[in-house]
């Protein structure tokens, strides 16, 4: 079944860097872009990166900027974000996400969860 | 900047009744790219509505949405047990380019 899963997700201390991945499969990976979204604890829902389906181009949201850097390997059907200079704010649920038609996010994970903690 | 917001914050509601949830952007939006997700305690939104009116695959005909310009609504018709939760509008384009609501809860009155 279409699916993705999430991991890497952990115990960091501020400043440290941290690497997720999302494994996806039940669908021709290459053909889509993907995204990582992520919501702190008990808030809303915020996107942090966008990659298209070739890899080429990528986008990010204002508060991760600099800081992240999405990634992917369609040969492996996996997508990545790569996370430095971590901090607290950064402590969420990161979920990768599929946009479908009209670039709703119709296929999601279960999330990874990242904890920014001295 | 695209902001949406969500009224109300949360509806207190019994099964059976409707319930009607409302997301405003700050500026015209292309109803093409508006979305509402659900999301229960625990788990992954899940898509709702596409293109402010489409449903997804799967989501019963109990759940709707309407709206145009900056003003868009989704509307549950009579609540099932399962559908408390926390539901979230969602717009793709411009800047960010994607913005989501803060989220409207529907409790269990």
């Known amino acids: 079944q279409v699916q993705l899963v999430e991991s890497g997700g952990g115990l960091v201390k501020p400043g440290g860097s941290l690497r997720l991945s999302c494994a996806a499969s039940g669908f021709t990976f290459s053909d889509y872009s993907m995204t990582w979204i992520r919501q702190a604890p008990g808030k809303g829902l915020e996107w942090v990166a966008y990659?298209?389906?070739?890899?080429?181009?990528?986008h990010y949201g204002d508060s991760v900027k600099g800081r992240f850097s999405v990634s992917r390997d369609n040969a492996k059907k996996s997508l990545y974000l790569q996370m430095i200079s971590l901090r607290a704010e950064d402590t969420a649920i990161y979920y990768c996400?599929?946009?479908?038609?009209?670039?709703?996010?119709?296929?999601w994970g279960r999330g990874t969860v990242v904890t920014v903690s001295s | 900047e695209i902001v949406l917001t969500q009224s109300p914050g949360t509806l207190s509601l019994s099964p059976g009744e409707g319930a009607t949830l409302s997301c405003r952007a700050s500026q015209s939006v292309d109803s093409s790219y508006l979305v509402w997700y659900q999301q229960k305690p625990g788990q992954a939104p899940r898509l709702l509505i596409y293109a402010a009116s489409s449903r997804a695959t799967g989501i019963p005909d109990r759940f709707s949405g309407s709206g145009s310009g900056t003003d868009f609504t989704l509307t549950i018709s009579s609540l099932e047990p399962e559908d408390f939760a926390v539901y979230f509008c969602q717009y793709y384009g411009g800047s960010p380019l994607f913005t989501f609501g803060p989220g409207t809860k529907v409790e269990i009155k």
């Open positions: 990659i298209t389906n070739g890899g080429s181009t990528t």
């Open positions: 996400a599929r946009p479908g038609p009209f670039h709703a996010f119709d296929i």
